[in-house]
């Protein structure tokens, strides 16, 4: 099985700056393959808690290369929730790999575990609107939520504003997940290609201008 690995990090980085800087991405080094997979990004500044500017992916099995590739351009410049990610931030950013494993359906709303399982909730809401969203398996923990506030969460992410009871709890149809991931900052995505490749990476005249 393949997991989520540092070159797939500095691949997200490598591609993001080279954005930036109207530049072709160095290839990858890491192995090709086919996984549902997720490129979130954090700002951190000045040492605090790092704060979400983006995360976007797909539950289907994706080309590893053109899958990091894409989403990690997609997640930093066209995550609704936030503006697009500008060159300066490059420096306070932080980057997370995930790949996707372990699919299963859940036998009720609340048959899964909290740091373990990402979770995909489907659900028809009483307007008989289809709904579904879902969360990476570290979400719930590092929001500190219950399986009740997790669920109710993702109720609302799947764009339902309505009253959540439990008779709609019990209706929602759950597939649990499991997932790798990898966790690199910009500075030490720089270090480590200024070791790699002999100079550190070109954010300085043209992307941070």
């Not at 109207?22 to 393959?33: I, L, M, V």
């Not at 410049?77 to 790949?99: G, H």
């Not at 109720?155 to 991931?181: C, D, F, P």
Request: proline share 6%; aromatic share 10%.
């Amino acid at each position: 099985m393949v997991s989520a690995n540092r070159e797939m990090v500095v691949y997200c980085f490598d591609t993001l700056v080279a954005h930036y800087n109207s530049e072709q991405a160095p290839p990858p080094a890491f192995e090709e393959g086919r996984h549902p997979l997720f490129v979130t990004w954090k700002k951190v500044i000045n040492g605090g808690e790092p704060r979400l500017r983006g995360c976007i992916g797909t539950l289907e099995a994706r080309c590893l290369i053109t899958g990091f590739r894409d989403y990690a351009l997609t997640s930093a410049l066209r995550d609704r929730r936030f503006p697009p990610i500008q060159a300066k931030e490059l420096p306070y950013l932080e980057c997370t790999v995930s790949i996707l494993t372990d699919y299963e359906p859940a036998l009720h709303y609340l048959d899964w575990e909290i740091g373990k399982h990402g979770l995909i909730i489907e659900f028809i809401d009483p307007d008989n609107i289809r709904r579904s969203a879902t969360y990476l398996p570290e979400v719930p923990a590092q929001e500190g939520w219950t399986k009740i506030q997790t669920i109710d969460s993702l109720m609302h992410k799947a764009g339902y504003n309505g009253a959540i009871t439990e008779s709609l709890r019990k209706r929602v149809r759950l597939t649990r997940y499991q997932s790798t991931l990898f966790t690199m900052h910009f500075s030490d995505y720089a270090s480590y290609v200024k070791r790699i490749r002999g100079q550190a990476p070109a954010v300085g005249s043209k992307a941070l201008r």
